[in-house]
């Protein structure tokens, strides 16, 4: 949607296929573009059955996909990386619609990996990717895209929604769309000792499944941490609770780690252990390879290294910024024109 935008705000005709199901399927005619439903499913290895089933699925969308595209009379088909691209990237195939392509994470997913042999170009987020591209050659360093609203993040204005203190030291935890439970379970552990810690305020989005649960366990290990350890389900504007923190407590998911860059701020990373090909603690390294970042494999955190880094980073404000610069200098805040010009330049190509 970010690339759509920086599209539609040149001028150009956007659609966007994506699953009936999915939450493109709300948030994008919401954002007032243009939203065709397109069935996709997934292959688990672990049930070699979906293998026909998501076949059959993926065979009846590119019939569907093809009459979309003869109907859009698209230009330019971009692919983002999801199941859905496959028939939707194989349609422009057959029609001869150029094919570009985008991947987020440092290990590019199936459908990438299978449409990268006919595409015009892919834009990546990290170099390491490429090498795991049909056509490396083709491969552009674009970096991830990351929405305007997180780009206008304000640190003052964050701290005033969240009702922080303007001189404190602010601990922001949050986990990715899935697979926080135990990053929750850690830092509510945690709790005791870092509100200990003079001037800090932290502030921990749960999650809606388990921030009751976090909440109730923080309640009953520190006496009143109301103003100190705060638990939320949901935060709307993400980018202005990143901007308000001195450091943040995350997993290493893409666009979580595309707007902590694009803001600059230091981090200590936690991936997901059940990525595929483990894409999650790849991410992670590129970040802490530049320096912006500490990185701990899940299965480490309940060790006091853990929470000694974290004491340590919160008791240090000269190194957090020296990790905010690193982060920011890995960021890529032109990502989304970077992207969009992809699909510019693969439709001028046609009309040449």
Known sequence: ????????AEGHDVAFAGTPEGL??????EAGVTFFGVRAKGFDRARPHTLITSTVTILGSLVRARR???????????????????????AALTRRVPLVLHEQNSIPGLANKVLSRWARAVGVTYEGSIAHLAHPDRAVLTGNPVRAAVLEADRARGRRV??????ATVLLVFGGSRGARHLNERLAALAPTL??????????????????????RIASAIEAPEGRYEVVDYIDDMGDAIAAADLVVARAGATSIAEITAIGRASVLVPYPYA?????????????????????????????????????????????EEMAAAAAALGRRDADQRVAQLALDAGREETR
Do not use: C, K
């Open 1 to 8: 949607m970010t690339v759509a935008e920086r599209l539609r």
């Open 162 to 167: 969240l009702g922080l203190a303007e001189d």
């Open 195 to 216: 509100t200990r810690l003079p001037s800090l305020q932290v502030v921990h989005v749960a999650g809606r499944i388990e921030a009751a649960s976090v909440a109730e």
């Open 276 to 320: 595929t090909d483990d894409h999650q603690t790849l991410n992670a390294r590129a970040v802490a390879d530049a320096g912006g970042a500490l990185v701990f494999a899940d299965a480490d955190i309940d060790g006091a290294e853990f929470s000694n880094a974290i004491v340590d980073l919160l008791d240090n404000a000269s190194r957090r």
């Open 68 to 90: 979309l595209i003869r109907q859009w009379d698209a230009d330019v088909v971009f692919g983002f990386g999801g199941y859905v691209s496959l028939p939707v990237g194989f």
């Open 24 to 29: 493109e399927a709300r948030l994008v005619p």
